[in-house]
């Protein structure tokens, strides 16, 4: 025979589990609210930490900001300074030092020859080797021959030009651009006028 005696009331007995359906409930009900503070609270640290970089970088930007702005201005009143040495290095580059060729030039002068007048101009071009500004020159010289070989005196002063060392390294070409009887007053019937023209070779800026 099986003899069972109930030592409590029915309304007495518990779940014997740990994690009955209220505990579930309270441990949920306390953890949302954790959870959720938790998170406010690393996104309000973050946030903190942001407008904290935010801030010093704008700090940093605004010392920095008059220096950035004389650092512009100095670059580009150096890179203007720059071209402008550029161009004066390319006109001297490209300049004929004219006082040794006038300094050379009565030693290539036959004694039947007086010169009156020597002019000499330039024009800009572009090589067409390597597409570079240059400058070309030319000199006019023209004069007088008196006497008889007037023509070979004036020959001599051509070819002159051609072989002395000042001019021939310079000179691209060398003519005799006129040459005419003198009709002035007193000039005899074997004087001549002349103009040679010397174009020098283009020289690059």
Same mark, same amino acid.
């Given at each position: 025979?099986?003899?069972?005696?109930?030592? *409590?009331?029915?309304?007495? %007995?518990?779940?014997?589990?740990?994690?009955?359906?209220?505990?579930?409930?309270?441990?949920?009900?306390?953890?949302?609210?954790v959870?959720?503070?938790?998170?406010?609270?690393f996104?309000?640290?973050?946030?903190?930490?942001?407008?904290?970089?935010?801030d010093?970088?704008?700090?940093?930007?605004?010392?920095?900001?008059?220096?950035?702005?004389?650092?512009?201005?100095?670059?580009?009143?150096?890179?203007?300074?720059?071209?402008?040495?550029?161009?004066?290095?390319?006109?001297?580059?490209?300049? *004929?030092?004219?006082?040794?060729?006038?300094?050379?030039?009565?030693?290539?002068?036959?004694?039947?020859?007086?010169?009156?007048?020597?002019?000499?101009d330039?024009?800009?071009?572009?090589?067409?080797?390597?597409?570079?500004?240059?400058?070309?020159?030319?000199?006019?010289?023209?004069?007088?021959?008196?006497?008889?070989?007037?023509?070979?005196?004036?020959?001599?002063?051509? %070819?002159?030009?051609?072989?002395?060392?000042?001019?021939?390294?310079?000179?691209?070409?060398?003519?005799?651009?006129?040459?005419?009887?003198?009709?002035?007053?007193?000039?005899?019937?074997?004087?001549?006028?002349?103009? *040679?023209?010397?174009?020098?070779?283009?020289?690059?800026?």
């Amino acid at each position: 025979m099986n003899l069972r005696v109930d030592l *409590i009331l029915p309304s007495e %007995q518990r779940n014997p589990s740990l994690f009955t359906p209220a505990f579930v409930v309270k441990v949920i009900a306390f953890s949302i609210p954790v959870l959720i503070g938790a998170s406010l609270a690393f996104v309000a640290v973050h946030v903190w930490n942001k407008t904290a970089a935010v801030d010093k970088l704008e700090r940093k930007w605004l010392e920095a900001e008059p220096k950035q702005e004389m650092a512009i201005r100095i670059a580009a009143e150096l890179n203007v300074n720059r071209r402008l040495k550029e161009e004066l290095d390319g006109w001297r580059r490209s300049q *004929i030092v004219w006082h040794t060729q006038l300094a050379a030039l009565p030693r290539l002068v036959p004694p039947a020859i007086q010169l009156v007048e020597l002019n000499t101009d330039q024009v800009l071009l572009t090589l067409e080797k390597d597409k570079a500004m240059a400058r070309s020159f030319t000199m006019q010289i023209r004069g007088r021959s008196v006497g008889k070989g007037s023509d070979l005196a004036v020959d001599e002063l051509e %070819q002159n030009l051609r072989t002395f060392s000042v001019f021939a390294t310079q000179l691209e070409s060398v003519e005799v651009a006129a040459f005419s009887a003198d009709t002035s007053k007193n000039a005899s019937p074997d004087d001549r006028l002349f103009e *040679i023209r010397c174009r020098y070779k283009p020289r690059a800026f």
